[in-house]
């Protein structure tokens, strides 16, 4: 397994497009977590999932965003109604168990918006 | 609520001089601190981390980075800096109790001959 791979890469849409983006993690890893970065600051919580479960979301995923992990593994992370304001990095980041020594994400090398 | 602060926003350095990124966090409970560095259009790798024990984590490039709990900071250091090293370095904390990580705004680090 080389890490957690995301695709595309990059994504041009025009405003009012629907985007879709996936993330697959690392096999062994059962958590999954979707970050937003925009250009010069640092990446910003969106959502987690546990398994399947999504436990956390953050108040910057707005109505139009919506998360799925429907079997544990990969994740799909989909835009409705695209705004300029998206446009962003998206990245994917995955972690072992909880309880387990190596409590650290590795990230993926990211989803890169622009809307028109 | 967690918070990171990097304050400066770019460092320049000469090649082979010693450097240090000034990060410092703000939280209620006890913390895991990490350091993250960015190449230009690619993914955040992590670079070193603090999970518990010796307050002083090494990375496998030189990097360094000490856990001072009283004065909130894990100030990232390398002796001496090569050109490859140019990048933007993230710092982040994340509570024990759960992963979501906060980042800091990020220094971009400048290498040059």
């Known amino acids: 397994d080389t890490g957690v791979s995301q695709d595309p890469r990059h994504k041009i849409t025009k405003r009012g497009q629907n985007v879709t983006f996936r993330c697959d993690p690392i096999?062994?890893?059962?958590?999954l977590y979707w970050y937003r970065q925009t250009l010069g600051q640092g990446p910003e919580f969106l959502t987690y999932?546990?398994?399947?479960?999504?436990?956390?979301k953050s108040r910057l995923l707005s109505d139009r965003f919506s998360a799925e992990r429907p079997k544990g593994s990969f994740s799909t992370l989909e835009i409705q109604r695209t705004e300029q304001g998206d446009s962003a990095m998206y990245l994917c980041?995955?972690?072992?168990?909880?309880?387990?020594?190596?409590?650290?994400?590795?990230f993926g090398p990211g989803t890169r918006l622009l809307v028109l | 609520a967690q918070s990171v602060t990097q304050l400066d926003s770019q460092v320049p350095v000469f090649e082979e001089a010693p450097v240090e990124l000034r990060c410092n966090y703000s939280?209620?409970?006890?913390?895991?601190l990490f350091w993250y560095v960015q190449y230009p259009n690619q993914g955040l790798q992590l670079l070193l981390k603090?999970?518990?024990?010796?307050?002083l984590v090494e990375s496998i490039n030189g990097f360094e980075a000490e856990f001072n709990k009283s004065q909130t900071s894990f100030h990232l250091r390398k002796p001496s800096v090569h050109i490859s090293d140019t990048a933007e370095y993230f710092c982040?904390?994340?509570?024990?109790?759960?992963?979501?990580?906060?980042f800091g705004t990020g220094t971009r680090l400048l290498v040059s001959p």
């Open positions: 603090y999970l518990s024990g010796s307050t």
């Open positions: 096999s062994e890893h059962n958590r």
């Open positions: 999932f546990q398994n399947e479960a999504q436990l956390e």
């Open positions: 982040a904390v994340s509570s024990r109790g759960f992963q979501k990580l906060v």
């Open positions: 939280s209620s409970v006890s913390v895991y």
């Open positions: 980041a995955s972690s072992p168990p909880r309880g387990t020594v190596e409590e650290t994400q590795y």
